[in-house]
T-cell receptor, first 112, second 114 residues
Framework: QKEVEQDPGPLSVPEGAIVSLNCTYSNSAFQYFMWYRQYSRKGPELLMYTYSSGNKEDGRFTAQVDKSSKYISLFIRDSQPSDSATYLCAMSAQRGFQKLVFGTGTRLLVSP | ETGVTQSPTHLIKTRGQQVTLRCSSQSGHNTVSWYQQALGQGPQFIFQYYREEENGRGNFPPRFSGLQFPNYSSELNVNALELDDSALYLC?????????????FGPGTRLTVT
């Protein structure tokens, strides 16, 4: 079993839809949770960073962490065709040792 | 733009050869990590350097080695290349300060081994 599970998609939605992306994990030591966006043949771009449980909002993006369920989510409101990319969740446990464990990524397609 | 640069963008090598990939960290960052991303997969952690010392290693064999220089630039060296080494190699820089874990990635080097 992988430490981090993520549905690879693709997830296809019309422009303006609310998108929900999710990851589950098995390692209860994970404390730091990130979402990255990766366009084709580019490096991952940090979107959201949260510590422990709770919600964090930044513009059209909201990240949620539920440590009791070992479940994290990223919501995108008013999705745009430019949001079409692969979304990677990543998490880390150890203080001072910044190893990120990634999901496989979910490919999102937003159609005009 | 993250300020992290990598070179070369793309290269093709033959099985058994050796390759060196380079990374220039974002200004002010003292930690660099290297990841391997196979097609359709998430990045896999190779190793991390902090102040020129290896600070942790993932499940990669010793033929994967690295260096970090005083100016915080870094190299990834891979010896005895295998076909399965074909992947996108990413470096990420961060500032090790307190409990921050924000890592910023470069555009990657795409390595093809034939």
């Amino acid at each position: 079993q992988k430490e981090v599970e993520q549905d690879p998609g693709p997830l296809s939605v019309p422009e303006g839809a609310i998108v929900s992306l999710n990851c589950t994990y098995s390692n209860s030591a994970f404390q730091y949770f990130m979402w990255y966006r990766q366009y084709s043949r580019k490096g991952p771009e940090l979107l959201m960073y949260t510590y422990s449980s709770g919600n964090k909002e930044d513009g059209r993006f909201t990240a949620q962490v539920d440590k009791s369920s070992k479940y994290i989510s990223l919501f995108i409101r008013d999705s745009q065709p430019s949001d079409s990319a692969t979304y990677l969740c990543a998490m880390s446990a150890q203080r001072g040792f910044q190893k990120l464990v990634f999901g496989t990524g979910t490919r999102l397609l937003v159609s005009p | 733009e993250t300020g992290v640069t990598q070179s070369p963008t793309h290269l093709i090598k033959t099985r058994g050869q050796q390759v060196t990939l380079r990374c220039s960290s974002q200004s002010g960052h003292n930690t660099v990590s290297w990841y391997q991303q196979a097609l359709g997969q998430g990045p896999q952690f190779i190793f991390q350097y902090y102040r020129e010392e290896e600070n942790g290693r993932g499940n990669f064999p010793p033929r994967f080695s690295g260096l970090q220089f005083p100016n915080y630039s870094s190299e990834l060296n891979v010896n005895a290349l295998e076909l399965d080494d074909s992947a996108l190699y990413l470096c990420a820089s961060s500032l090790r300060q307190g409990s921050t874990y924000e890592q910023y990635f470069g555009p990657g080097t795409r390595l093809t081994v034939t």
